[in-house]
């Protein structure tokens, strides 16, 4: 299964919504998984289950879909969201991630 | 407090082999399904292998299938990688983590492995 997401870059004023998509190569169900990413640092949980928020996730972080289409929507994005985004499934014991979304100061 | 701490990596010529360890602390080490996960500068991170709790069950990513071992020992709460025949394109910096149902919950900082002669 292929994960691909859009756009590979997202420019986006502080106080501003941002929208980033993730899609599958084929269904995965809700089996998808959303991580955050700052410069230097190891990749953090953010969602699963395609839109639970892990422990810790501020609530202003939504993920939606199922199937192949998928959604991580940041509401009034605040200066420490700014960060590569990736997007995980896990299928039995292979687990594949997309090639990530850098959200950005606009 | 959960710690995953990284070491081992370093410069290789392509051909070689180096030995990755990750040390754990925080949480039940020998219950925990544990995984290495690889991330060249500007990608998206790639996984490699992983081990279950009781080292009896381990899967490699096709990349890795056959240079590539995954070891634990769970009285030093310790996972290890044994990478052999290693080429340029290994180069990556090498996460630990643990995975609970299918999602990786803690992450090391890494190790980075560079290959080149």
Request: with cysteine; aromatic share 10%; hydrophobic share 35%.
């Amino acid at each position: 299964i292929v994960m691909t997401q859009s756009p590979a870059t997202l420019s986006v004023s502080l106080g501003e919504r941002a929208t980033l998509s993730c899609r599958a190569s084929q269904s995965v169900s809700s089996n998808l998984v959303w991580y955050q990413q700052k410069p230097g640092q190891a990749p953090r949980l953010l969602i699963y289950g395609a839109s639970t928020r892990a422990t810790g996730t501020p609530a202003r972080f939504s993920g939606s879909g199922s199937g192949t289409e998928f959604t991580l929507t940041i509401n009034s994005l605040q200066s420490e969201d700014f960060a590569v985004y990736y997007c995980q499934h896990h299928n039995d014991w292979r687990w594949t991630f997309g090639q990530g979304t850098k959200v950005e100061i606009k | 407090e959960v710690q995953l701490v990284e070491s081992g990596g370093g410069l290789v010529q392509p051909g070689g082999s180096l030995r990755l360890s990750c040390v754990a602390s925080g949480f039940t080490f020998s219950n925990s399904w544990m995984h290495w996960v690889r991330q060249a500068p500007g990608m998206g991170p790639v996984w490699v292998s992983r081990m279950n709790g009781d080292g009896r069950s381990r899967n490699y990513a096709d990349s890795v299938e056959g240079r590539f071992a995954i070891s634990r020992d769970n009285a030093k709460n310790t996972l290890y990688l044994e990478m052999n025949s290693l080429r340029v394109e290994d180069t990556a910096l090498y996460y630990c983590a643990n995975s609970v149902n299918g999602r990786f919950v803690y992450w090391g900082q890494g190790t980075l492995v560079t290959v080149s002669s």
